[in-house]
């Protein structure tokens, strides 16, 4: 074997073992910043609930560009920002009953008070839900945490939890999602 091919074995030797080191750092930073519950006694806990079936008003704001208002009049859901809007009943009815339909959850209630550090004084993703006895819900959105997939989240701007990110997602609809076709009043 020549010399050349001796130095350029030992440079692809080198490189595969730099490169092998490299995907075990990765691999190993990766594992380290997924979240585990490594304590089985750690349960979720019941932080909102409400009967789907009473809700008589929903609204929204999502990223700061995504408005939308839904009443209930006489047994139908009716777009207040588009009410000459048709849009499919069972498909807002199912988007109530996926977000709506079970308690919302926490692993954690967050003891900081620091309000605006997480994402609550200019929060981009509020909701509002009315009941058929007048009570009243703000569901307010903040920053991700530190824990994948999950966003700091309060209730009435009472006590602050993490949730998860899809709860936020959720919000992420317009009317056009309930594939909506325009009418006229009347038709």
């Given amino acids: 074997m020549s010399k050349r091919t ?10 595969l073992l ?10 190993f930073t990766k594992e380290k910043e997924e979240p585990t519950q490594t304590d089985p006694s750690v349960e979720s806990f019941p932080i909102f609930e409400v009967d789907k079936d009473r809700i008589v008003h929903v609204d929204w704001i999502f990223g700061g560009f995504i408005e939308e208002s839904f009443t209930k009049k006489d047994g139908k859901w009716v777009s207040d920002t588009s009410p000459d809007e048709f849009f499919y009943q069972e498909v807002f009815e199912e988007w ?9 959850t926490s692993e954690a ?12 004084k200019d929060a981009d993703t509020v909701a ?8 009243e819900y703000t569901l307010t959105f903040g920053a991700s945490t530190t824990i ?5 989240f309060t209730l009435d701007m009472d006590k602050v939890y993490v949730v998860s990110r899809s709860r936020k997602a959720a919000f992420g609809l317009k009317l056009s999602n309930y594939q909506t076709t325009t009418t006229k009043k009347g038709e």
């Fill in 6 to 15: 001796q130095k350029l074995l030992v440079l692809l030797l080198c490189l």
């Fill in 18 to 27: 730099v490169g092998a080191a490299g995907f075990a750092v990765v691999k």
């Fill in 96 to 104: 109530l009953d996926r977000n709506f339909g079970s308690a919302w």
């Fill in 109 to 120: 209630e967050v003891t900081s008070k620091d309000m605006d550090a997480m994402g609550f």
């Fill in 128 to 135: 509002h839900v009315k009941l058929d006895d007048g009570t």
């Fill in 148 to 152: 994948q997939s999950t966003c700091y």
